[in-house]
Nanobody, 115 residues
């Protein structure tokens, strides 16, 4: 079974940093990690940062300047470096990938930021 596997979540104090990583498990045929979304309790899932199909990046306004998305094409991974974390960054972070026209989601990793 092909799936996306996230890692790197955890508990950190405000102002701290975390690095999330998303990798493909199973057959890598056509499944490409593209970006990160998050969902806080009681809220809708929202974009954090993503690569577009032409290779450019999109960031949520709330994370610009603090969070950087990067990719390793050889390893087929997408990472999210998160600095200057705030309590409002607390959420489950999900990796989203594309397999052709189909979207594939990871199981999510919890990020908790204490004040």
């Amino acid at each position: 079974q092909v799936q996306l596997v996230e890692s790197g979540g955890g508990l950190v104090q405000a102002g701290g940093s975390l690095r999330l990583s998303c990798a493909v498990s199973g057959s890598i045929f056509r499944l490409k990690p593209m970006g990160w979304y998050r969902q806080a309790p009681g809220k809708q899932r929202e974009l954090v940062a993503t690569f577009t199909k032409d290779g450019s990046t999109n960031y949520a306004d709330s994370v610009k300047g603090r969070i950087t998305i990067s990719r390793d094409n050889a390893k087929n991974t997408v990472d999210l470096q998160m600095n200057s974390l705030k309590p409002e960054d607390t959420a489950v972070y999900y990796c989203k990938g594309l397999a052709g026209l189909f979207a594939v989601w990871g199981q999510g990793t919890q990020v908790s930021v204490s004040s």
